[in-house]
């Protein structure tokens, strides 16, 4: 299964996921990060669990 969103193949840190959604929703993606974190921090494995099945669920980037 995977969703309709591609990840980032120039906006990428570690896997291009957050880059990817932020591209398809026109967000920034610094804030986009910023607010990962933060989620990630607060919510300790939820942000890292998140990232890692939107990881496996997004389709690869156009190479």
């Known amino acids: ?3 309709p969103i591609k ?3 120039n906006n990428k840190l570690i896997a291009g996921v ?3 959604l ?3 929703f026109g967000w920034n993606p ?3 990060r910023v607010l990962w974190v933060l989620l990630s921090l607060a919510l300790t494995a939820v942000g ?3 990232y890692l099945v939107l990881w496996l ?3 690869n980037p156009d190479y």
């Open 1 to 3: 299964m995977h969703i």
């Open 7 to 9: 990840r980032s193949q």
């Open 18 to 20: 957050l880059g990817g």
């Open 22 to 24: 932020s591209e398809h």
């Open 30 to 32: 610094a804030i986009a």
């Open 48 to 50: 890292i669990i998140g």
């Open 57 to 59: 669920l997004m389709e």
